[in-house]
């Protein structure tokens, strides 16, 4: 059950929403074209939650809010920009280690509104799948003496991570991110960052208290084509070790026999 009233009069333009997610309700509220504020109240049973949504309902329309009738915008649009992304990453990197990294970024990014939370996902999202390319699966396979899909997510999150000129140089020629995999030699740790790739969907949680289930579907309906897994076809064998030794010489020579990994 979701529902959106406005108000407005000479004084006022506000809009209230109202959804049910089981046993909670979720309210926004705030004037038109804002991103409003969130309320999240939680209560003991389905029915005793559609109780209250009900009559908060026939509060507001008793005091003189309509049901949103046509397809204007109440909500204002997201101010998550392709810059603001990859400059919160910039400053994310700024803390002392990987855990205090994630924390500000979650931390930061549950003040936000909701649309910018899920913006910040669709966009890392969009430049996350730019790096699926059989040559950059190569160059992690060598880079930490093999590679399994899952194991290639994580690489390619950690390889985002570094920041938009270093990602998309090596998604373009893989060896130029040599630069920042040798800081990871010395522990031998290997280049996989699977945290920030749920980073939104626990902002999300610390913001409002509901599950990823709920941040999942919400998401959806933000970007209803997020997820359409591709097809990679290989252009390289991994037993084949004298073609990727002649593909990648400089990440060969480096790594082959000093595998980067946990």
Sequence with gaps: ??????????????????????????????KVDTAGRMQVKEFASKE???????????????????????????????????GLFWELIKKAKTKLDVDEQMEWLRSTLAKRSEKDIFRFDQLLNQHFDQSYTSSLWAAAYIVMGGCSDDCFDYFRAWLLYQGKDIYYKAIESPETMISVLKPLEAEGY?????????????????????????????YDQFDPVWYDEQDLDLDWD??????????????WSRYWNNHLEY
């Excluded at 309902?57 to 920009?81: E, H, N, W």
């Excluded at 790739?197 to 208290?209: M, N, R």
């Excluded at 991994?238 to 990440?251: C, K, N």
Aim: with cysteine.
């Design 48 to 82: 005793a939650c559609e109780a209250e949504a009900e009559k908060l309902i026939r509060a507001k329309l008793k005091k003189g809010y309509k049901p949103l009738t046509c397809s204007m915008q109440v909500m204002k649009d997201s101010t998550m920009s392709e």
């Design 238 to 251: 991994e037993d084949d070790e004298d073609g990727l030794q002649m593909r990648f010489p400089v990440l």
């Design 190 to 218: 290997a280049p996989q960052l699977e945290e920030i790739l749920s980073v939104a969907c626990e902002a999300y949680e610390e913001k409002t208290g509901l599950d990823n289930d709920y941040y999942y579907d919400k």
């Design 1 to 30: 059950m979701q529902i959106t009233l406005v108000y407005k009069d000479e004084q006022s333009n506000k809009f209230w929403k109202v959804e049910r997610r089981d046993s909670k309700l979720v309210i926004h509220f705030g």
